[in-house]
């Protein structure tokens, strides 16, 4: 059973940072992606960013390249979202989820992931 937590979340002006943590306990595999997704008050659910946690080859939403960076610490059994230029609109529910074990390329759809977090609030103040 993998367990995934998030912390890091917060309230963050219009134009600045924010670094997400997700702690990854009970994977048994190491070939598995983590994802992040967002979900807004009354807006569906959207992927953000994966990342293979063996390979370490990342994937983005178009919405967020060049701003958001997804990364892993190996040792600390950590992935990581930075968020630099957010945008109020990128208020939301941040999780992140394991496709565990997978043998997808690159999942972007939140059907493929197996394992969720709680979810941690980022709000951008305007």
């Known amino acids: 059973q993998v367990q995934l937590v998030e912390s890091g979340g917060g309230t963050v002006q219009a134009g600045g940072s924010l670094r997400l943590s997700c702690g990854i306990s009970g994977a048994r595999f190491s070939r598995y992606h983590i994802g992040w997704f967002r979900q807004a008050p009354g807006k569906e659910r959207e992927f953000v960013a994966g990342?293979?946690?063996?390979?370490?080859?990342?994937w983005y939403a178009d919405s967020v390249k060049g701003r958001f960076t997804i990364s892993r610490d190996i040792a600390k059994d950590t992935v990581y979202l930075q968020m630099n230029s957010l945008k109020p609109e990128e208020t939301a529910v941040y999780c992140c989820a394991a496709d565990y074990p997978s043998y997808d390329t690159n999942p972007r759809t939140a059907e493929k992931y197996d394992y969720w977090g709680q979810g941690t609030q980022v709000t951008v103040s305007s």
């Open positions: 990342i293979s946690w063996t390979l370490s080859t990342t």
